[in-house]
């Protein structure tokens, strides 16, 4: 049971990338999902976030505007549209769920320190690279 996230590769500053979030296991219509990002030497940090429902969006405020969140249930993939790409931006993303005591949120967490919020399901991140 994991989360696979991919679509991360090398751009110029400006370019869009999408990277999937994909469900081994498990079925990602019930879990909300964070997408997260580590940087060398920088402590991980929550991107993005949605809820089961896809009502509810998130963004880190370096990422409002240029990047958007969206979630296909039936196809029980996750997707993060990202634009206008930054040299910042460069960092290896992953993709999370949220627990509460063992059990899954539904609702949107993106504060990587939340109070009593773990996450799990983790699997490989995806490398993106902005050149400026």
């Known amino acids: 049971v994991q989360l696979q996230a991919s679509g991360g590769g090398s751009v110029q500053a400006g370019g869009s990338l999408r990277l999937s979030c994909a469900a081994s296991g498990f079925t990602l219509d019930h879990y909300a999902i964070t997408w997260f990002r580590q940087a060398p030497g920088k402590e991980r940090e929550g991107v993005s976030c949605?809820?089961?429902?896809?009502?509810?969006?998130y963004y880190l405020n370096s990422a409002k505007g240029r990047f958007t969140v969206s979630r296909d249930n039936a196809g029980n993939k996750v997707y993060l549209q990202m634009d206008s790409l930054e040299p910042e931006d460069t960092a290896v993303y992953f993709c999370?769920?949220?627990?509460?005591?063992?059990?899954?949120?539904?609702?949107?967490?993106?504060?990587?320190?939340?109070?009593?919020?773990?996450?799990?399901?983790w699997g490989q991140g995806t490398q993106v690279t902005v050149s400026s």
């Open positions: 949605v809820s089961t429902s896809g009502d509810s969006r």
């Open positions: 999370a769920v949220p627990f509460h005591a063992r059990t899954p949120l539904r609702f949107c967490v993106l504060d990587a320190g939340a109070t009593e919020v773990s996450w799990d399901y």
